[in-house]
């Protein structure tokens, strides 16, 4: 199962992530988040990250032309799209992508059907929210998903939850933020190595 810890904002943050077996890192370019990574930031952060760990781009409604550079200039292994992304505008990369869902209700499934991403990541419906809210995603529904494409399980997940989280959905993977952070955009060594 893969496990992606995502909200990356600094070396030593990175380090405890992959000491403690992660096996993607996220690395968030939405301006709004309290977990936002300056590119400049970024290139410091990523060049001495083994390339056995996927580094993946978390992307907002971005210009096509800033989430190409990013992706050339930091060498991402996958995009991920947060916001109301169109299918055509997450398929014109030359990366693969996994794009972000945040359940509703089934109706989201109609929206899903017109996507073919290498993943679905699947996180809690908050309005005005494009994720990180630590809120626990309906895992009924997103056990759901799964019946269209690989899912990977966000939303409100922890040490605490995680385990039941699985046993519930059983997705392919698991992305965490918040659940293992002692305070927005900075992670908790002990948080990590339970999770």
Not at 18 to 30: K, T
Request: hydrophobic share 40%; aromatic share 12%; net charge negative.
């Amino acid at each position: 199962m893969l496990v992606k810890i995502c909200g990356i904002t600094n070396k030593e943050d990175a380090w405890t992530a992959i000491e403690a077996g992660a096996d993607a890192l996220g690395f968030n370019f939405y301006p709004k988040s309290p977990r936002y990574l300056d590119p400049e930031e970024a290139i410091k952060l990523i060049e001495d990250i083994p390339p056995n760990v996927l580094k993946v781009g978390v992307f907002v409604n971005e210009k096509e032309s800033l989430v190409r550079d990013l992706c050339q200039y930091l060498s991402l292994d996958y995009l991920q799209f947060h916001g109301d992304e169109t299918p055509y505008y997450c398929e014109q990369f030359a990366t693969p992508y996994w794009k972000a869902f945040r359940l509703k209700d089934e109706k989201t499934f109609d929206l899903m059907k017109k996507y073919h991403p290498e993943y679905f990541l699947i996180d809690a419906y908050v309005e005005k929210a494009f994720g990180g809210t630590g809120v626990v995603t309906n895992w009924d529904l997103a056990r759901e998903a799964k019946n269209y494409g690989k899912v990977i399980l966000a939303g409100g997940l922890a040490p605490e939850n995680i385990e039941a989280a699985i046993r519930a959905v059983r997705p392919e993977g698991v992305d965490v933020a918040s659940g293992v952070e002692s305070s927005p955009g900075k992670k908790d060594a002990q948080k990590l190595k339970t999770l």
